[in-house]
Nanobody, 120 residues
Framework: QVQLVESGGGSVQAGGSLRLSCLAS????????MTWFRQPPGKEREGVAS???????SYLDSVKGRFTISQDNAKNTLYLQMNSLKPEDTAMYYC??????????????WGQGTEVTVSS
């Protein structure tokens, strides 16, 4: 059974940092496409950063240079390091996984989310 459990969310002031974690179980996350999504209050969900099984990463334009996606294969854990946070980064953040070699907009597996609040 595939499970994704996010952690690391919280409240931080603008300019601060947070690191989100996503512990995967039931499969080897290194063989899947892993993606961080977010859904700001009252807005649609958007993809923030993705990491393919062959190590290619991509980012939403608004987070480039501030966020970094990475993975610890030994721990089967995906991370999202978020620096220079802005109030517009406030959202529920979700970890998602898909067995395809490319990263779809609607991955097969989802975590329950972790909330990030950035105050000005």
């Amino acid at each position: 059974q595939v499970q994704l459990v996010e952690s690391g969310g919280g409240s931080v002031q603008a300019g601060g940092s947070l690191r989100l974690s996503c512990l995967a179980s039931g499969y080897r996350s290194s063989t899947y496409c892993m993606t961080w999504f977010r859904q700001p209050p009252g807005k649609e969900r958007e993809g923030v950063a993705s990491l393919t099984s062959d190590g290619r990463s991509s980012y939403l334009d608004s987070v480039k240079g501030r966020f970094t996606i990475s993975q610890d294969n030994a721990k089967n854990t995906l991370y999202l390091q978020m620096n220079s946070l802005k109030p517009e980064d406030t959202a529920m953040y979700y970890c998602a996984a898909d067995p395809r070699t490319w990263c779809p907009l609607s991955p097969l597996y989802w975590g329950q989310g972790t909330e990030v609040t950035v105050s000005s």
